[in-house]
């Protein structure tokens, strides 16, 4: 697909700076949102139609310029914290999160608008938030994933919402977890400053305020990369013969 029709004033220094280390190839999304894909020496950027191309191009391209910059994407977990899919898409999230994290100032540089970051279908974030605050479950899990979407920068909400949201999810369940997801926030916060791209830190301190958090394992790479490709959280481990 030509991408040309995807560029303006506002990224085409940032599709430059990509170009100068990637060949970019942008072809239809098959997901519900645009995508991107750092494959050998190819970035694969999965397009769609949408209100805000160019800003959709460029959060994309951002999330390139990132990897490029130092961030390793995370990719394959081992924690007693969880050992079904969820921490799966625990792992997604955080990876997902912790890049938007540190490219949204950027991305309000380059002249977009903060309802401009993510794709159209972002307000039904806001209506799964409200059934999940107004609902009668909450356990730490769903809890921890929804802070995640909270917390995430720009967007549908305005900041007042964004702080309603997240005040009402520090006093679920008698505020049982507020003290975590206060301390987290601050984690994002200090890391959305960061100028290394190293997650270490921010990720071992989150880790080490779940249950069995400090044993766990986050890696780059693959299965078949443990335990090189990546840090333990505490304790050092073996993998189980069932987790290979
Ligand atoms: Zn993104």
């Not at 170009?19 to 190839?25: A, M």
């Not at 209506?127 to 909450?138: C, F, K, P, R, T």
Request: aromatic share 14%; net charge neutral.
């Amino acid at each position: 697909m030509k991408y040309d029709r995807f560029i303006n004033d506002k990224n085409k220094d940032l599709i430059s700076f990509v170009k100068t280390k990637y060949h970019v190839r942008v072809k239809k999304s098959n997901r519900d949102s645009w995508t991107s894909e750092i494959k050998g020496k190819q970035v694969i950027i999965g397009a769609l139609e949408c209100n805000h191309p160019y800003a959709a191009f460029a959060h994309e391209l951002l999330h390139v310029k990132y990897q490029i910059m130092g961030y390793k994407k995370l990719k394959f977990g081992i924690s007693e914290f969880d050992k079904t899919d969820y921490f799966k898409t625990l792992m997604e999230a955080l990876d997902n999160e912790l890049q938007h994290h540190i490219m949204y100032d950027e991305f309000i540089k380059l002249g977009f608008k903060p309802e401009e970051f993510y794709h159209d279908n972002d307000y039904k974030n806001k209506s799964s938030i409200e059934i999940y605050l107004n609902g009668n479950e909450h356990d730490l899990k769903s809890s921890l994933l929804m802070f995640l979407t909270i917390i995430a920068p720009g967007g549908c909400f305005s900041n007042k919402e964004q702080s309603d949201f997240l005040n009402k999810l520090k006093d679920l369940e008698k505020g049982i977890h507020k003290q975590l997801f206060q301390d987290s926030e601050q984690l994002f916060h200090t890391w959305s400053k960061s100028t290394d791209y190293d997650y270490k830190e921010i990720l071992t301190n989150l880790f080490l305020k779940l249950p069995n958090g400090n044993i766990t394992w986050l890696g780059h790479g693959d299965k078949s990369e443990f335990p090189e490709n990546g840090f333990f959280i505490e304790k050092e481990f073996v993998m189980k013969p069932t987790e290979k």
